[in-house]
């Protein structure tokens, strides 16, 4: 790992054991406002009290380390701390495997998700302490790693293990929603398969086409619920996994050890967001298509990326066309050229590129068979949550603070290496990376803003993917310079260090979470659902499933006529944006109580104060769906456990609440 400077013996103990300290003290901090939250009473738990002394002898061992490392016997005690030589290479490899498994078998705890889970100091620390034995694990198997680069090796090996069990807990064979809209995802691709799977043809989805046609191909094979969430969670890892080769590729990195572990960041980096999989599909065939140099190769993958991009988010338009220009601008120097000259083709590139996206889309709105063109642009007018961009109940960190904090020590490393290499470099090239970067930058926060939105940091995906490239280009020394060899700079491990950790710090505060199930009591609920669809269907009426589409679609439960309007994702998508006509022609469809049954989550009514978290997008809800619900339709059976509520029409007087 040549390509970071390692730092001086005394700095490297001294920051370890600073950080020792801190964390410690800050998961203290963590523990006394939970015993507040909880109303425990610490001058009579002991065991509270035990927990409290142990983070501070920790913390007053590390800082009495870091007293000595001042005085003149403190290099000779690193000499003796490092001198781990005569360990057996095969003690190495158990620590490295118990320190790996530590912060998982911690977080997975019953104990530890009921009580700690929300407390971020006491999470790093565990992933602290399980790193620094790790690092020691690694530096014993392989002696000639420096200290540095050990600690360095193991806490990606760590996160990405760590990012592994994370998600194959959503591959469960559990029959209904996990989340407020995860079988939506499900249940979409199956319309561009309506006639094998309904035996008519529907229209097509309104909603990231390209994304559900990415996760039709279960349906190809009449597979189970599980195969779905497996096929989602493979893509989801697989797309964000290939990028990092095509990136490395693009970069000729030689070094086999720095490929796999710049890879494993690089990872790590893009499903921060996390990254949009289908997003994915441009981005790589940019990466492996595109070329300066051959303007048939160039159009090829700006052409096919732009059309991909154009049918699945409109804020992409604009990314396949920036992505071949930043690309330009980092491997054609310019040399002396005209300025128009030289601009030509990134500019031809990204405005074709736009116009191509665009196109796409509107080809793909008059095939969709959607009456409406205007559904598909109903983001275009929701509002703008402008508090958002700062700390706030929806998203504790605000949209703001979170991207600067996770993009900043890569500009400050970008600032240092374009500053340390301007003679490499024009200013016209420099000015255009830039602003492509704050372009993405101030549209991803526009677009987290709108309502329904910023929750995390998934729609700067496009800013964070441009500024990646970036990045690596530079830290690489894989641009091409104005008149010399571009030379390759070490970046200081301080510099590595805050840019690696990033992602990492994102990836601690995740759960593992394993969805626990009785299968007899789901069972129960199917069939008490199958036999409320066996009744309707025997007087003649409809069902609306606004939610739960999947039983249908994957054939959970039988004998039922799918009514494609009015799906949740839909119902909340044109509640949101306000669409006027769209909700009226809701409403009287409730009032007229055409459906006989109604499937959905149950409804509780409910207007949000600003301060609560998705205060907007409940109230949205509440008012545009909800109400027009439960004013004409009145609980027939609920299974609050599985998230499954029946509706059947009020008789007589109507009752709102």
């Known amino acids: 790992m040549n390509f970071i400077t390692p730092p001086s013996r005394l700095t490297f103990w001294r920051v370890i054991l600073i950080v020792t300290a801190a964390l410690p003290l800050l998961s203290i901090w963590n523990l006394i406002d939970l015993a507040a939250k909880l109303e425990v009473n610490l001058s009579t738990q002991t065991s509270w009290q035990a927990g409290i002394a142990a983070l501070a002898s920790l913390a007053s061992l590390a800082l009495l380390g870091l007293g000595v490392g001042f005085t003149k016997t403190g290099d000779q005690l690193w000499g003796r701390v490092e001198a781990l030589g005569f360990i057996q290479k095969k003690i190495g490899i158990v620590i490295i495997v118990i320190a790996l498994m530590g912060f998982p078998?911690?977080?997975?705890?019953?104990?530890?998700?009921?009580?700690?889970?929300?407390?971020?100091?006491?999470?790093?620390l565990v992933f602290w302490m399980c790193a620094l034995a790790g690092m020691c694990g690694v530096k014993i198997f392989r002696d000639e790693l420096s200290w540095s680069i050990a600690l360095i090796v193991f806490m990606l090996c760590q996160s990405i293990l760590l990012l592994l069990l994370i998600n194959i807990p959503s591959v469960t064979a559990y029959p209904f929603s996990m989340g407020w809209s995860e079988t939506s995802r499900y249940y979409y691709p199956s319309l561009l398969l309506s006639r094998k799977i309904y035996g008519e043809q529907f229209a097509l989805p309104i909603l990231h086409p390209t994304l559900h046609a990415l996760l039709a191909p279960p349906?190809?094979?009449?597979?189970?619920?599980?195969?779905?969430?497996?096929?989602?969670?493979?893509?989801?890892?697989?797309?964000?996994?290939?990028?990092?080769?095509?990136?490395?590729?693009?970069?000729?990195?030689?070094?086999?050890?720095?490929?796999?572990?710049a890879g494993m960041w690089m990872i790590l980096f893009l499903l921060m967001g996390p990254i949009y999989l289908h997003l994915?599909?441009?981005?790589?065939?940019?990466?492996?298509?595109?070329?300066?140099?051959?303007?048939?190769?160039?159009?090829?993958?700006?052409?096919?990326?732009?059309?991909?991009?154009?049918?699945?988010?409109?804020?992409?338009?604009?990314?396949?066309?920036?992505?071949?220009?930043?690309?330009?601008?980092?491997?054609?120097?310019?040399?002396?050229?005209?300025?128009?000259?030289?601009?030509?083709?990134?500019?031809?590139?990204?405005?074709?590129?736009?116009?191509t996206a665009l196109a796409s889309m509107q080809i793909y709105i008059a095939f969709s068979g959607i009456p409406n063109p205007e559904d598909f642009f109903?983001?275009?007018?929701?509002?703008?949550?402008w508090y958002r961009l700062l700390p706030n109940e929806s998203y504790a960190f605000g949209i703001l603070p979170a991207a600067i904090f996770v993009s900043l020590p890569m500009w400050i490393v970008l600032y240092a290496q374009f500053r340390s290499r301007r003679m490499d470099w024009h200013p016209v090239r420099i000015f255009f990376i830039v602003a492509a970067l704050l372009a993405l930058f101030v549209g991803g926060l526009i677009v987290s803003l709108k309502i329904g939105g910023g929750a995390d940091l998934h729609n700067l995906d496009a800013y964070f993917t441009m500024l990646l490239i970036?990045?690596?280009?530079?830290?690489?020394?894989?641009?091409?310079?104005?008149?010399?060899?571009?030379?390759?700079?070490?970046?200081?491990?301080?510099?590595?260090?805050?840019?690696?950790?990033?992602p990492i710090l994102f990836l601690t505060q995740s759960n593992i979470a394993f969805k626990t199930y009785d299968p007899s009591r789901t069972e129960k609920t199917l069939s008490a659902m199958q036999?409320?669809?066996?009744?309707?269907?025997?007087?003649?009426?409809?069902?609306?499933?606004?939610?739960?589409?999947?039983?249908?679609?994957?054939?959970?439960?039988?004998?039922?006529?799918l009514?494609?309007?009015?799906?949740?994702?839909?119902?909340?998508?044109?509640?949101?944006?306000?669409?006027?006509?769209?909700?009226?022609?809701?409403?009287?469809?409730?009032?007229?109580?055409?459906?006989?049954?109604?499937?959905?989550?149950?409804l509780t009514f409910k207007i949000l104060a600003r301060r609560r978290a998705f205060s907007e997008e409940n109230n949205a809800w509440v008012r545009g769906i909800m109400r027009p619900i439960l004013c004409n339709y009145r609980l027939e059976e609920s299974f609050p456990q599985d998230g499954v509520a029946l509706y059947t029409p009020q008789e007589g007087e109507r009752m709102c609440p």
């Open 105 to 124: 078998l911690v977080i997975a705890n019953s104990f530890f998700q009921q009580i700690l889970s929300g407390e971020a100091w006491v999470r790093m």
């Open 470 to 502: 970036v990045f690596s280009y530079l830290v690489f020394a894989r641009y091409t310079p104005e008149k010399r060899t571009a030379e390759f700079i070490p970046l200081r491990w301080g510099n590595a260090m805050s840019v690696i950790i990033i």
């Open 378 to 385: 109903t983001s275009l007018s929701s509002p703008l949550l």
């Open 531 to 561: 036999s409320e669809i066996d009744r309707v269907n025997a007087e003649g009426g409809e069902i609306l499933f606004i939610t739960q589409r999947h039983l249908i679609s994957m054939g959970m439960l039988k004998n039922v006529t």
């Open 563 to 602: 009514i494609q309007e009015y799906e949740r994702e839909e119902l909340m998508e044109m509640a949101m944006s306000n669409n006027e006509a769209f909700l009226a022609h809701f409403k009287q469809e409730m009032e007229s109580q055409r459906f006989d049954l109604i499937v959905v989550d149950p």
């Open 219 to 261: 349906y190809l094979f009449d597979a189970p619920l599980w195969a779905h969430r497996f096929w989602q969670t493979f893509l989801r890892l697989a797309l964000a996994g290939l990028i990092a080769p095509a990136l490395l590729s693009r970069l000729s990195i030689q070094d086999r050890g720095v490929k796999i572990f």
């Open 280 to 355: 994915a599909i441009p981005v790589l065939i940019l990466l492996w298509g595109f070329s300066p140099h051959s303007s048939t190769r160039a159009w090829v993958a700006v052409l096919l990326a732009s059309l991909w991009a154009g049918t699945s988010r409109v804020n992409w338009y604009v990314v396949p066309g920036m992505i071949a220009a930043v690309l330009y601008l980092l491997e054609v120097p310019y040399n002396g050229k005209n300025f128009w000259r030289y601009i030509f083709k990134p500019a031809s590139w990204f405005f074709v590129g736009t116009l």
